[in-house]
Nanobody, 121 residues
Framework: VQLQASGGGLVQAGGSLRLSCAAS????????MGWFRQTPGKEREFVAR????????YYADSVKGRFTISRDNAKNTVYLVMNSLKPGDTAVYYC???????????????WGQGTLVTVSS
């Protein structure tokens, strides 16, 4: 499975962004899809995940109520809509695919290349 993340950029605090992650090379609906983020010197942090059908989602407490994960299995794409962005959300965001319903990065098998989100104060 190959994953290609896009949609990052520079936004002011309080603003919004939508990240996309396009998948190819596998049966997309068979994978749990997750978003993680990472800042220099820190471990990759779980952000959100969605089940294969999209019917179940789970969020990190730090983004709950502000971020929304969704997927379009017809387009082999998962999205992360980020609202009310804060400077603390600044990070490289990665999409990932795996078989497990997990928050741990090591449980995901395939990773996108990352897209940088910068939130200015």
């Amino acid at each position: 499975v190959q994953l290609q993340a896009s949609g990052g950029g520079l936004v002011q605090a309080g603003g919004s962004l939508r990240l996309s992650c396009a998948a190819s090379g596998g049966t997309f609906s068979g994978y749990v899809m997750g978003w993680f983020r990472q800042t220099p010197g820190k471990e990759r942090e779980f952000v959100a995940r969605t089940s294969g059908s999209g019917g179940s989602t789970y969020y990190a407490d730090s983004v709950k109520g502000r971020f929304t994960i969704s997927r379009d299995n017809a387009k082999n794409t998962v999205y992360l809509v980020m609202n009310s962005l804060k400077p603390g959300d600044t990070a490289v965001y990665y999409c990932a695919a795996g078989r497990a319903w997990a928050t741990t990065a090591t449980r995901y098998d395939y990773w996108g290349q990352g897209t940088l989100v910068t939130v200015s104060s």
